[in-house]
Structure formats: structure tokens, C-alpha cells
T-cell receptor, first 110, second 111 residues
Framework: DTAVSQTPKYLVTQMGNDKSIKCEQNLGHDTMYWYKQDSKKFLKIMFSYNNKELIINETVPNRFSPKSPDKAHLNLHINSLELGDSAVYFC?????????FGPGTRLTVT | RKEVEQDPGPFNVPEGATVAFNCTYSNSASQSFFWYRQDCRKEPKLLMSVYSSGNEDGRFTAQLNRASQYISLLIRDSKLSDSATYLCVVDVSGGYNKLIFGAGTRLAVHP
């Protein structure tokens, strides 16, 4: 009974490519998020959507574009991948204050 | 100055020990506070919320000092399974659930 799922779990790609990460939650939550955890383990919020509407958009390069087709899904598309994009990307969802995280997608750009 | 600061550790303690983690935050308007736990190569999971009056959940006690902008977590009777990274988390958005995570304090409990 996975609450927040992400695909793929691992992604290895070359610089300059475009890739997408998918996230789905079956908790019925209204709000979903994307976070980036870099090699120094800092976890930083990138985007937040509430009922398909963008409500938090941190200072993220515009190569990153989130898309929410419905409130159970929040996908992340990344154009022109760079070495510095290598990180673990976590999706999360929440209703009220508690956030539930997906298992993460480990992205390696070579 | 980082928005949420923690001692990175590691804290190496024997089973049964009591260990305390501290955290400071810079945004005095922050309203909600949490401790999350993250195991190696896993996702963060909520350990407990932190309330102004202090709160306890089994062996875990959290305290908040708004005047000093300081949060603490006390773990009593440490278990091997407590080994993880503990993340101090502050909601700076006043309702939008914009969480700022500290870099985490690593705890290693040994037999």
C-alpha cells in the first residue's frame, strides 16, 4: 500500500538530456511537493502544488518544470540536464501539517 | 546564517544512553516545528511535532524555546534502531507548509 510513489527510483543520464520523474499519491491529499537533497544532504523545497495550483516556487532554474495533471500526481520535467542536477529528488504530499515523502529518485548526470 | 542550524554530529552512543540534539532557527515568525528522522538512503519521516509547552512521545521528548529560537530533542534509553539522521524542521510560511530542513544530526547507537 504505497502512499507516495515515484518513478524511476534511479536515473542515470548524460548532460544535455531531458528527463522526467513521476510522482503519485493515494492518500487523497490536496498538496504535493518536490524537494532536492544534494550530496551534502541538505533537503530543499523546490515546488509545491495545492489542488493542481502552483503555490510555492523557490529559486529553481527554469529548466525545471513541474506539472500536476490532477491532485494525485505531480511530475517533474528537467531540460538540458547539468552535472549539478545530480541529487536525490523527493516528492511529498500533505494534508494539514504532516508531510509524507516518497522513496526518492536518485538522479546521476554524467 | 542558515535558516535552520544543527550540529551535524555524529553522536556515537551506547545502547541505553540518553542523547540530546539541539537546533536553532533564524525566522522569528516561524509557527510550526518538527523533528523528522531519515535513515540512510531512505526518505524523511515525521518523528514528532514540537509544541510550545514541550511534548513527549515514548522515549522522545521535544522542547521549543521561542524566545531563544531553539528546539531540542531528547532520546532516552537509546536503541540500536534509533541510529539515523535527525532533521530539525521549521515551517516558515504560516500556513503554506513551506518546510525548511536543517542539515541533520547523525546518531549512531552501538551495542
Amino acid at each position: 500500500d504505497t502512499a507516495v510513489s515515484q518513478t524511476p527510483k534511479y536515473l542515470v543520464t548524460q548532460m544535455g538530456n531531458d528527463k522526467s520523474i513521476k510522482c503519485e499519491q493515494n492518500l487523497g491529499h490536496d498538496t504535493m511537493y518536490w524537494y532536492k537533497q544534494d550530496s551534502k544532504k541538505f533537503l530543499k523545497i523546490m515546488f509545491s502544488y495545492n489542488n493542481k495550483e502552483l503555490i510555492i516556487n523557490e529559486t529553481v532554474p527554469n529548466r525545471f518544470s513541474p506539472k500536476s495533471p490532477d491532485k494525485a500526481h505531480l511530475n517533474l520535467h528537467i531540460n538540458s540536464l547539468e552535472l549539478g542536477d545530480s541529487a536525490v529528488y523527493f516528492c511529498a504530499s500533505s494534508q494539514e501539517r504532516r508531510q509524507y515523502f516518497g522513496p526518492g529518485t536518485r538522479l546521476t548526470v554524467t | 546564517r542558515k535558516e535552520v542550524e544543527q550540529d551535524p554530529g555524529p553522536f556515537n552512543v551506547p545502547e541505553g544512553a540518553t542523547v540530546a540534539f539541539n537546533c536553532t532557527y533564524s525566522n522569528s515568525a516561524s509557527q510550526s516545528f518538527f523533528w523528522y528522522r531519515q535513515d540512510c538512503r531512505k526518505e524523511p519521516k515525521l518523528l514528532m511535532s514540537v509544541y510550545s509547552s514541550g511534548n513527549e512521545d515514548g522515549r522522545f521528548t521535544a522542547q521549543l524555546n521561542r524566545a531563544s529560537q531553539y528546539i531540542s530533542l531528547l532520546i532516552r534509553d537509546s536503541k540500536l534502531s534509533d541510529s539515523a539522521t535527525y532533521l530539525c524542521v521549521v515551517d516558515v510560511s504560516g500556513g503554506y507548509n513551506k518546510l525548511i530542513f536543517g542539515a541533520g544530526t547523525r546518531l549512531a547507537v552501538h551495542p
